[in-house]
């Protein structure tokens, strides 16, 4: 089945460093989508995309829509501590239902004050 | 705003015993939805339910069984819990818009089998 390749697994950062996490896919997608998971929450939706080569923010959050629809990346400028958390891309197709929507392993993010 | 709802928040049960994970939203959403959360797996579908009195199977169904009792309410159900059935449960509910992937979610149902 379709898989999501999800880099890098974990990151131990700095508060005020950029943080930079992407994913692959050799499928493609017609939506991707970022979540992020505070420790012992549910996900909550940071950043839609629904265009190829789609740029959008959303405060210190920055995602793009790869132009191949194969990828996307997702930046956090200027790290503080509530950053804290794993972060999840998720690709769908469309046709599909709400059922084909495919996640990537996270991405835990750790932030040394 | 409640949101989404999962209950129970904890359980642990011993190889063999049934139980009910039980969800409501109150955002009118049509669709619901369960995962399983393993470490370093990701969120894994279980089951979804598109729109009232429809369920289908997701990524990892067996040994779950799920009732869409109403619109509101989506639950889940072990009726031979395994160790491999230790995991975090999440519910989740989506707009009435088709195919956004728009998922709102419960804050986790954590489920010990011994």
């Known amino acids: 089945g379709q898989q999501l390749n999800q880099s890098p697994q974990s990151m131990f950062i700095q508060e005020g460093e950029d943080v930079s996490m992407n994913c692959t896919s050799s499928s493609i997608f017609n939506t991707w989508l970022w979540y992020k998971q505070d420790p012992g929450e549910g996900p909550v939706l940071l950043i839609a995309l629904y265009k190829a080569g789609e740029l959008t923010s959303n405060g210190r959050l920055t995602a793009q829509f790869g132009i191949t629809r194969k990828d996307s990346f997702l930046n956090i400028s200027a790290s503080i501590p509530s950053d804290v958390g794993i972060y999840f891309c998720a690709g769908q197709n469309y046709g599909g239902s709400q059922g084909n929507l495919i996640f990537g392993k996270g991405t835990k993010l750790s932030v040394k004050p | ?114």
């Open chain 2, 1 to 114: 705003n409640a949101g989404v709802t999962q209950t129970p928040k904890f359980q642990v049960l011993k190889t063999g015993q049934s139980m009910t994970l039980q969800c409501a939203q109150d955002m009118n959403h049509n669709s619901m939805y369960w995962y399983r959360q393993d470490p370093g797996m990701g969120l894994r579908l279980i089951y979804y339910s598109a729109s009232e009195g429809t369920t289908d199977k997701g990524e990892v169904p067996n040994g779950y069984n799920v009732s869409r009792l109403n619109k509101r309410e989506f639950s889940l159900r072990l009726e031979s819990a395994a160790p491999s059935q230790t995991s975090v449960y999440f519910c989740a509910s989506s707009p009435n818009r088709a195919n956004t992937g728009e998922l709102f979610f419960g804050e986790g149902s954590r489920l010990t089998v011994l």
